[in-house]
């Protein structure tokens, strides 16, 4: 009977998101995986039995990775009122070094799931690949209906799903070149939607609701 690989099968999902996140998901390949996860070719084949199937699995399980981390930093942020929609920004958003002190003191919680940087890499790469390959889309669209659920539940869940659609806005700027990463503009739209998920006064939720 062959002996399993070193390797843990979520071990081999990781290095598979940080290849599409780098390469793009369609150019993601059994080889690059493997050289990313140190082992062989083999060895991925050993969990995943092609390659269609390591990308299912690889979007599925960056779900769940996102999916965790947004319910871990929910339950560690003390501050209802727009917690879902702050989750999501700073996960995919990696904090400008001036304004970590000030996120700090808002107690959004540690960071949990992926880094920032990998998460938006990656989203940026599966929207590349829903144009070429919309099935795609159906892996990863229960997380998202989920999502879409919980936060219209949530008091004020429409102003939350409004800020994540811009946040959506401006990944498929920087798909088409509008905007790029360090840029004065994505800068000032990245600060925004920092803005317009950070817990409102009492006074500020008062007026929202007249």
């Known amino acids: 009977m062959a002996r399993p690989p070193a390797t843990t099968p979520n071990a081999i999902l990781e290095a598979a998101i940080r290849v599409a996140g780098r390469d793009g998901l369609l150019a993601t390949t059994l080889d690059k995986v493997a050289a ?3 082992i062989t070719k083999g060895g991925v084949l050993y969990h995943f039995a092609s390659k269609d199937e390591l990308l299912t699995r ?5 779900a769940a990775e996102v ?14 009122d ?14 400008e070094p ?4 000030e996120q700090e003191n808002e107690a959004i919680g540690a960071p949990h799931g992926l880094p920032p940087e990998l ?7 599966m929207l590349a690949a829903f144009a070429t390959n919309p099935a795609l889309l159906n892996v990863i669209k ?11 539940a949530q008091p004020g869940g429409i102003e939350q799903i409004v800020t994540w659609l811009a946040a959506d806005g401006l990944f498929l700027w920087e798909l088409f070149g509008m905007a ?3 840029d004065p503009t994505w800068h000032a739209v990245v600060a925004e939607l920092r803005r317009r998920s950070r817990p409102r006064t009492a006074a500020e939720i008062a007026e929202d609701n007249d």
């Open 58 to 62: 690889m979007m599925e399980h960056f």
């Open 119 to 125: 998460t938006h890499k990656f989203i940026l790469a």
């Open 82 to 95: 727009r917690r879902w929609v702050r989750a999501m920004i700073d996960m995919v958003f990696a904090s």
């Open 36 to 38: 990313e996860a140190g």
């Open 180 to 182: 790029r990463q360090g």
């Open 98 to 101: 001036e304004n970590a002190p």
């Open 142 to 152: 229960p997380f998202m209906e989920r999502m879409r659920n919980r936060i219209q």
């Open 67 to 80: 999916e965790q981390g947004l319910i871990t930093r929910i339950a560690n942020d003390p501050v209802a």
